[in-house]
T-cell receptor
Framework: LAKTTQPISMDSYEGQEVNITCSHNNIATNDYITWYQQFPSQGPRFIIQGYKTKVTNEVASLFIPADRKSSTLSLPRVSLSDTAVYYCLVGDEDNNNDMRFGAGTRLTVKP | GAVVSQHPSWVICKSGTSVKIECRSLDFQATTMFWYRQFPKQSLMLMATSNEGSKATYEQGVEKDKFLINHASLTLSTLTVTSAHPEDSSFYIC????????????FGDGTRLSIL
């Protein structure tokens, strides 16, 4: 299991781009990087997943450098409703049991 | 697609009661399900991993006789908190995997358990 490290909290303002970086120095060759979002009193929700370089979907982008020892979740033009806790998980594509969460990043978007 | 339903969403009961929480994958078959508990302002703590038709694998420090997990079918896993006490009060969340390579987890909306 690749241990992950994220900032505990971040503040931003509406309309800004937010970048949350996750460090995973011990990532293994087969590990994928997955980000989840969690609102209070709800289960986490999948945001994006990637292996290398850049992945983009309708809500976010994920940047992964060549050494894959970190990854950055990018949220374009955040709104108040993006206030949540964001978790990155790193796991083996052949081992779905790799589902231990780190501390996560509490993002607060201000008006 | 890929919806996980968790029931009940909220339960209050007296100390000593056993409480069963259900986790269902509504539109896919879940070969693996995970159970977590989460305290306020904290991250999710993995309790156990259950695979359909076999015994659950518990994380270190989680009492398997206290938290009984059954995964009898590909769409249903249950967590029973036996003889619950106030310290078992927490937010319990399940997730399910379709078992295919690189598939993300799909989470239920959690069960708020309060033991009086």
């Amino acid at each position: 299991l690749a241990k992950t490290t994220q900032p505990i909290s971040m503040d931003s303002y509406e309309g800004q781009e937010v970048n949350i970086t996750c460090s995973h120095n011990n990532i293994a060759t087969n590990d994928y990087i997955t980000w989840y979002q969690q609102f209070p009193s709800q289960g986490p929700r999948f945001i994006i997943q990637g292996y290398k370089t850049k992945v983009t979907n309708e809500v976010a982008s994920l940047f992964i450098p060549a050494d894959r020892k970190s990854s950055t979740l990018s949220l374009p033009r955040v709104s108040l409703s993006d206030t949540a806790v964001y978790y990155c998980l790193v796991g083996d594509e052949d081992n779905n049991n790799d589902m231990r969460f780190g501390a996560g990043t509490r993002l607060t978007v201000k008006p | 697609g890929a919806v996980v339903s968790q029931h009940p969403s909220w339960v209050i009961c007296k100390s000593g009661t056993s409480v069963k929480i259900e986790c269902r994958s509504l539109d896919f078959q879940a070969t693996t399900m995970f159970w977590y508990r989460q305290f306020p302002k904290q991250s999710l703590m993995l309790m156990a991993t259950s695979n359909e038709g076999s015994k659950a694998t518990y994380e270190q420090g989680v009492e398997k006789d206290k938290f009984l997990i059954n995964h009898a079918s590909l769409t249903l896993s249950t967590l029973t908190v036996t003889s619950a006490h106030p310290e078992d009060s927490s937010f319990y969340i399940c997730s399910a995997s379709q078992g295919a390579r690189n598939q993300p987890q799909h989470f239920g909306d959690g069960t708020r358990l309060s033991i009086l």
